[in-house]
């Protein structure tokens, strides 16, 4: 079952997160203070958990992204994280289709993310754009147009993502 996150879930989102990215090669062991950051900021505008027999398995974040161009309605993915001993069983990919399925019906015009293109391709991500963000590769910057063009520009993740939730 999805649903969105209500009262209540903070730690078990935070634990989750926490053991999803534990051990992970790309990962800093940041990644749950980040959603907890934009939480507290206001920013977490779709927040989504998975739940099997009662209990939380995965969680997605979507917060606002901004664009050189002044471009808006666009959002960032992430952190995504699936409990390890259910991971494989397509709770992530479920979690990321719904997600975009709500922001695309809710007008979104895109949204974009850092992560390993052979994974987010599958959902329609792609690096075939003219977008850059600081000290990210360009071919780990992904896009999906949701309703409308991917904009060209600098994309800007908001700060929680870095420590300042401000």
Same mark, same amino acid.
């Given at each position: ?12 989102? $935070? ?17 749950? #203070? ?5 939480? /507290? ?28 161009? $002044?471009? #808006? ?15 494989? #069983?397509?709770?992530?990919?479920? !979690? ?34 003219? !977008? ?10 992904? /896009? ?18 870095? $420590?300042?939730?401000?």
């Amino acid at each position: 079952m999805l649903r969105p996150e209500g009262p209540g879930d903070e730690a078990v989102i $935070g634990a989750v997160t926490a053991a999803a990215f534990e051990g992970h090669p790309h990962s800093d062991g940041s990644e749950p #203070q980040i959603v907890a950051r934009l939480r /507290a900021a206001g920013v977490l505008t779709l927040s989504l958990v998975a739940e099997e027999k009662g209990e939380v398995v995965g969680h997605v974040a979507f917060s606002p992204v901004t664009f050189s161009g $002044g471009e #808006q309605g666009w959002f960032g993915l992430g952190p995504i994280s699936v409990r390890p001993d259910v991971q494989g #069983q397509g709770i992530g990919s479920r !979690l990321v289709r719904e997600g975009l399925r709500r922001l695309r019906e809710d007008g979104a015009m895109g949204c974009v993310l850092v992560g390993e293109p052979a994974y987010y391709q599958r959902f329609g991500f792609s690096t075939e754009h003219d !977008l850059s963000t600081p000290g990210v590769p360009r071919e780990y910057l992904l /896009a999906l147009p949701l309703n409308g063009p991917v904009p060209s520009g600098i994309v800007a993740f908001h700060p929680g993502f870095f $420590g300042d939730a401000a």
